[in-house]
């Protein structure tokens, strides 16, 4: 079940608020509660991301190993193209 909350806001907000929300077909609390979860859900979803990165920065990445090619090698290559 929803709690109510109480805000205050300045009256051009309001006005303009209640403007677009009937713009959009709804309510200045339908407004506030979509933005709201939109808000959480995103701060969520980067909390998460966070997290994976950094656990993947911890395990690291195999990058090729072996071992590396010499000058010559390089500059040999260059003549290729």
Do not use: C, F, W
């Not at 677009?20 to 309510?27: E, F, I, K, N, V």
């Amino acid at each position: 079940m929803g709690r109510n909350i109480t805000i205050t806001l300045d009256e051009d907000i309001i006005r303009s608020a209640k403007v677009l929300a009937a713009r959009r077909g709804s309510s200045v609390s339908a407004l506030l509660r979509a933005e709201l979860e939109r808000l959480v859900r995103e701060d969520r979803a980067y909390k998460a991301a966070r997290e994976a990165a950094l656990r993947r920065l911890k395990r690291g990445s195999h990058l090729g190993g072996g071992q590396l090619p010499s000058r010559q090698a390089l500059h040999d290559r260059e003549d290729l193209r």
